[in-house]
Nanobody, 123 residues
């Protein structure tokens, strides 16, 4: 059973960079052909897919976030990370890492989710 766990600071100041890590257990982030995503939910809004990193290390981004977002991985630790630059209070949200249940899905059909971590952007 694949399990995901987000970690990172719960409070970030405006204009700073938000950095979160997802630690995966029960499966390798390099297993063909899975894609590992970051998704967020702001207060009163729906889920927003931010981007994903593939088994190969290739990355894919939501165009809305692309200029501010970077996803990377550490295969030795079976972790992948999200960096979101120049944050504003509008980036306050619960951030999730997730993976689809089937291969080749990039941004849909998430069957495995972390519990989520609340990040508040405030001075």
């Amino acid at each position: 059973q694949v399990q995901l766990q987000e970690s990172g600071p719960g409070l970030v100041k405006p204009s700073q960079t938000l950095s979160l890590t997802c630690t995966v257990s029960g499966g390798s982030i390099t297993t063909n052909y899975y894609y590992w995503s970051w998704i967020r939910q702001s207060p009163g809004k729906g889920l927003e897919w931010m981007g994903a990193i593939a088994y190969s290390g290739n990355t894919y981004y939501n165009s809305f976030f692309k200029s501010r977002t970077s996803i990377s991985r550490d295969t030795s630790k079976n972790q992948f990370t999200l960096q979101l630059t120049s944050v504003t209070p509008e980036d306050t949200a619960v951030y999730y890492c997730a993976r689809p249940g089937v291969t080749f899905n990039t941004r849909e059909g998430m069957d495995y989710w972390g519990k989520g971590t609340l990040v508040t952007v405030s001075s």
